[in-house]
């Protein structure tokens, strides 16, 4: 029964200014992308640190042509478990060619971001490292720090929302295919888990902290597969069909490659986001597939917000891995329009 719940909770998690003194900027040598570089961006590597101290790496992209004054700016990343070099660089390439500055970062203790141990998630740190993303496009010269957005995909998703309940900078924010995690690792898919399993749940990811003390090590969680049986639920198989083939692997995402932190749940079972959300004054965009599994994160978070300026659009005939690369769903014209409308 606990072994069973360790590894439906970390199906979970596979899925779905003095900071500005620090940054630092590199010229990204070799195009190392799951998709194609457009001509009519620039691109460099940038790196930055939030609150905590934890330094961020991200991947800066600019229109060629720039306009005249100071231009609206986009932080991206996610989805949970990925890279900037996947899903988030394909947003942020996309509304870099319709005239945005954008920023896709990896999150702290990932990819080519610092934070020890390696592969650690976190509600608060997650959330923080959009508003430091959001530090280091206000000090940008060439950014209009009162035309700043975020765009978050998958558990992203909702840690962009949170962040905008949070961060009053954020003038506009977009969840895409949101995943809530704490929600989900709280309560399993569709809230199916009851207080009873989640208890047991807690007992023995709490026992696996005190072995890892003692080990000195972290025990992983289990991950995707590396083949396909075809027993799996089709949501798998759809994560299967993104990350571990040519589509969108990466060597140092997650997700394709490696494995979450076995304890890495734990503050996600005890610490919802979201609580604010019906605070959120600025303009927010909820996007979801008709056919994804975790269509339902999105329409309960919006029925939480508040205001004419939050919007639902949910995708026809789309599922939850569609609205991570697949340029005939991913509605980048509304996207547009909202950023443009929002951000003026």
Known sequence: ????????????????????????????????????????????????????????????????????????????SGPFGAVKEQASGLY????????????????????????????????????????????????????????????????????????AAMDTRIKAAVASTMYDMTRVNARGYNDSMDEKARYELKETLNKQRTEDFK??????????????????????????GYYKTPRGFHKRSINSNGNWNLTSSLSFINMPILMRSDEIQNAVLVIHGENAHSRYFSEDAFKKLKGENKKLLIIENANHVDLYDNLEKIPFDKIEEFLKEYLK
């Open 215 to 240: 080990n000195g090590t972290y025990a992983k969680a289990p991950g995707l597969p590396e083949t396909l049986t075809g027993n799996e639920p089709q949501f798998i198989k759809d994560y299967f």
């Open 92 to 163: 942020a390439q996309t509304l870099a060619e319709r005239g945005f500055v954008t920023l896709a970062f990896d999150p702290s203790y990932t990819g080519e971001s610092g934070g020890t141990p390696r592969h650690v998630a976190s509600p608060d740190i997650n959330t923080e490292d959009f508003s430091a993303a959001v530090d280091y496009l206000s000090n940008l010269n060439y950014v209009d720090p009162e035309k700043i957005g975020i765009l978050g995909i998958c558990g992203f998703g909702g840690f962009a929302i949170n962040a």
């Open 1 to 76: 029964m606990k072994l069973s719940l360790i590894i439906s909770a970390f199906l979970l998690l596979i899925i779905g200014g003095n900071l500005m003194a620090e940054a630092k900027n590199t010229n990204t040598e070799k195009w190392d992308k799951t998709f194609k570089k457009s001509e009519k961006i620039n691109v460099e590597k940038v790196s930055f640190k939030n609150r905590y101290g934890i330094e961020l790496v991200g991947d800066l992209y600019t229109p060629k042509t720039l306009e005249k004054g100071k231009l609206s700016a986009v932080a991206i």
